[in-house]
């Protein structure tokens, strides 16, 4: 059998098949290559010139194919990579707009907080900023689960209400209304 006779009539056809495997001329020509080198190392195990076209198609469908992963596995190994070299890959750093407007929220949260009577602002600080548990809230503030849930949930109303008019300037009618309200605001 001759290689390159071989190789000159049955290539353009995997190649074209290649692209469509592959999803781009410029893979598709490495894998060619790759498999036109496999294919050549292991000419010996074709058994019929006839087979060659198919033969070759196979052995570059299983290159594109290694190639696939490799390319999905990339960026993990590279973070691998990273860790063993005890690196880290930085976080993108966020813009001075987007830092700005991190800033107002947490002050006009802060100010939502601050503005809660101490009865609420001490369960509502617990439980949803230091993440305690309910159970452990209630027995620090000497009161049953059942005031601690229910002054968290005033709590947070309150929270949304207060940030709701910050950001929004305005009340709701039906905050307007609020008995609540009106007494803590």
């Not at 617990?126 to 620090?140: F, H, L, N, W, Y």
Request: aromatic share 6%; hydrophobic share 40%; glycine share 2%.
């Amino acid at each position: 059998m001759d290689f390159e006779v071989l190789t000159r009539t049955h290539k353009d056809a995997v190649y074209r098949q290649m692209i469509r495997a592959c999803g781009n001329y410029e893979d598709a020509e490495d894998v060619l290559v790759e498999a036109l080198l496999k294919a050549y190392r292991h000419l010996h195990q074709l058994r019929d010139s006839a087979a060659f076209q198919a033969w070759l198609a196979q052995i570059a469908r299983r290159v594109c194919w290694q190639l696939k992963q490799r390319d999905a596995l990339l960026p993990l190994l590279q973070l691998s990579t990273l860790q063993e070299e005890g690196r880290e890959i930085p976080a993108p750093k966020p813009t001075p707009e987007t830092e700005l407007v991190h800033r107002q929220m947490k002050q006009v949260l802060d100010d939502a907080i601050s503005a809660l009577p101490d009865l609420y602002r001490s369960v509502y600080r617990m439980r949803d900023i230091e993440d305690r548990p309910g159970d452990e809230v209630a027995r620090t503030l000497d009161i049953s689960t059942a005031a601690m849930k229910s002054r968290l949930h005033r709590a947070r109303a309150l929270v949304r209400i207060h940030l709701d008019m910050a950001l929004t300037g305005k009340m709701t009618p039906l905050e307007k209304d609020s008995p609540t309200l009106q007494k803590h605001f």
